[in-house]
């Protein structure tokens, strides 16, 4: 019987502890069992930078292993460039790809982390400059409005500006 029982208790030990990292799995990537890509289109405020990816040719690649930081400009940060510029930006794909990816950082950098930092290397190959003023992040010379909104396969920080390298 005491066999039965140590038995019984040492499986319900093992129960515990796979549900546990189960949870913690489960809430490193809840917020994130979708990738930058599709956590960027299902937050809605981000389909010109979407739809530009896709022109692109990235948005196979911020779906891809990872961990990548993207800093994301919304809709409204892109109605705040020259449609000129755009246009150009959407018939020189080598130049839309380098404003794209100077966006992007290899590797999870979060807000706390990002906040010790003075720059950080884009996949572009740029560093971007990184200070914090009045208790906000500037990267870049844009403001993150939104920070650490988790994928699964890395994190996205929300700017109010794109970026030009």
Partial sequence: MKRVLSITALALTLTVAAVTAGQATAARSGMGEKNIVQTAVAAGQFKTLASLLTTAGLAKTLQGK?????????????????????????????????????????????????????????????????????GKVIVGGATVTGADVMASNGVIHVIDKVLIP
Avoid at 71 to 92: Q, Y
Avoid at 105 to 118: H, P
Avoid at 123 to 128: D, E, F, H, N, T
């Fill in 66 to 134: 990872g961990p990548f930081t993207v800093f994301a400009p919304t809709d409204a940060a892109f109605a705040k460039v020259p449609k000129a510029t755009l246009t150009a930006l959407g018939k020189d794909k080598a130049k839309l790809r380098a404003v794209l990816l100077y966006h992007v950082v290899k590797g999870e950098v979060t807000a706390a982390q990002a906040m010790k930092l003075t720059s950080a290397k884009t996949l572009q190959g740029k560093a971007l400059t990184i200070r914090v003023s009045g």
